[in-house]
């Protein structure tokens, strides 16, 4: 049964399955498309010409811009930030907290950092991108990798952890605008962000 609160916000040709959860205060754009059984809690505000597919999540919080393609079972953290045209394979995994206190009585910090990736990448299946991590533009993550810290130019990284392996293939580069990287680290976004989770801490901006 879905659930859709009402004061959900949509653009012109919304697309949208069955089974799905919206909560309050969520945006979506035009052209979007959001598939069976996803969930878009609290906060999350996506952009244009973008799919959501089935099965998807967003835990919180986050902010995903135009011409984005986020395929089956990827779950996308509050605190995340999603450039334009970027990729994300099936059950790709995003994250914002580093040491959980869980159980411990609060003798461990939970902090919460900024995830933010770069225009154009491309995010492999079952990839997972730690809490903090900047991707540059035109990052492409290989299948199952784990990344733990930014990459700071352009190129193909795979492994555990994440290196690079080898320069951007001449067939997946593209035009980047200037703004590529950082085009939403604005003042607006940022605030929206912190109105849900105040002790984020934007460590890369």
């Known amino acids: 049964m879905d659930y859709i609160s009402a004061d959900f916000h949509y653009g012109d040709n919304l697309m949208l399955g069955n089974n799905v959860i919206i909560e309050e205060n969520v945006r979506v754009g035009n052209n979007v498309k959001i598939g069976h059984r996803a969930t878009l809690k609290s906060g999350t505000i996506i952009g244009n010409n973008t799919i959501f597919d089935d099965h998807c999540i967003t835990t919180g919080a986050c902010y995903i811009g135009d011409n984005v393609n986020i395929r089956t079972g990827a779950i996308i953290s509050k605190a995340t930030i999603i450039e334009d045209y970027v990729f994300v394979g099936p059950g790709v995994i995003t994250n914002h907290t580093k040491h959980v ?19 154009g990448s491309i995010l492999g299946s079952q990839a997972s991108i730690l809490a903090g ?7 492409i993550i290989g299948g199952g990798t784990v990344v733990v810290k930014n990459t700071i ?4 990284f795979v492994g555990h952890p994440a290196r690079k392996k080898m320069p951007l293939p001449s067939e997946y580069m593209m035009e980047v605008p200037a703004e590529a990287g950082s085009m939403y680290v604005t003042k607006e976004i940022l605030l929206h962000l912190k109105e849900y989770m105040p002790n984020l801490i934007l460590t890369n901006f």
């Open 133 to 139: 991590v900047n991707l540059a533009p035109l990052t």
């Open 153 to 156: 130019e352009e190129g193909v």
């Open 101 to 119: 206190n869980h159980g411990r009585e609060n003798k461990i910090r939970d902090i919460q950092l900024l995830t933010y990736i770069g225009y």
